[in-house]
């Protein structure tokens, strides 16, 4: 009797123990895998340009290109970290921002997300998404 | 045969928790890491204070062989930061005694300033 429980509890702690070892490290890939884009998109608020263009618009940065860089930037974080089995995929959207003066903006949004392809079908561990504020709207209006 | 089971039992609860052990390293390591790359992406400053805070930091962690180098000119170096850092391990081996190995914890952060450079040359 007591060879059947020891034999039951041996036979169940093994799978429970690769169950606990494998989520830990999935929880721990994700943890890198997020503290890499929040790095990628600190990067990318520091870029944080605007182009007046003929008409004086303001044409507001990241454009495609600065997204096509940032997936560059990321994918050689991720693969320097040894995290080469994931692919990230940068978007761009554009977003309505009103400040507290009511003036309204267009501005654009950063989406990542990072495609792990040591799982299949292909999941997406980690995401994020910033919008990146141009400098005047972190600056206070002066009353003359 | 159940004390033979009851000591597998306790070698096995024991390994688990031995390999759980440099995932959560991994995570402190990271945590730090990711810390001072961000104060270091947002500022343009001399680093090398820094560097020494940054390295007794991690030593205070446990971990062995500390080298880190946070470029501000990116010119010459293509990585903003650099960390490299051992910590040692311990399992439990065939015979049942401890066995320790060094792991190797690296962190490396470009930054898009360089991506930039690239693309211009």
Avoid: W
Wanted: aromatic share 10%.
């Amino acid at each position: 009797m007591a060879l059947i429980i020891v034999s039951a509890s041996m036979m169940l702690m093994i799978p429970v123990a690769v169950f606990m070892i494998k989520h830990a490290s999935d929880f721990a890939l994700t943890a890198r895998q997020d503290k890499i884009i929040e790095l990628c998109l600190i990067d990318a608020e520091n870029m944080n340009v605007q182009e007046v263009n003929e008409d004086n618009t303001i044409k507001f940065l990241p454009d495609e290109d600065t997204a096509s860089n940032l997936q560059s930037a990321l994918y050689t974080n991720l693969y320097s970290n040894n995290l080469s089995l994931c692919h990230p995929i940068v978007e761009l959207e554009q977003v309505n921002y009103v400040d507290e003066y009511g003036q309204e903006f267009i501005l654009p949004e950063v989406n990542v997300r990072v495609a792990n392809y040591s799982y299949l079908p292909t999941r997406f561990l980690a995401s994020a998404s910033r919008v990146i504020e141009p400098d005047f709207l972190s600056c206070e209006y002066v009353e003359d | 045969m159940i004390a033979f089971g009851l000591v597998l039992f306790t070698v096995m609860i024991a390994q688990s928790i031995l390999l759980l052990v440099p995932i959560i390293k991994r995570m402190q390591f990271d945590d730090l890491c990711y810390q001072y790359s961000a104060r270091i992406l947002r500022n343009e400053k001399s680093h090398e204070q820094d560097e020494q805070i940054f390295t007794n930091e991690l030593e205070d962690e446990g971990l062995l062989n500390v080298n880190c180098s946070f470029q501000v000119d990116l010119t010459d170096e293509p990585y903003a930061v650099v960390i490299s850092a051992d910590y040692p391990i311990q399992y439990i081996g065939s015979d049942l005694s401890m066995k320790e190995v060094m792991l190797p914890l690296n962190f490396k952060i470009v930054s898009m300033k360089m991506e930039n450079q690239e693309n211009a040359h």
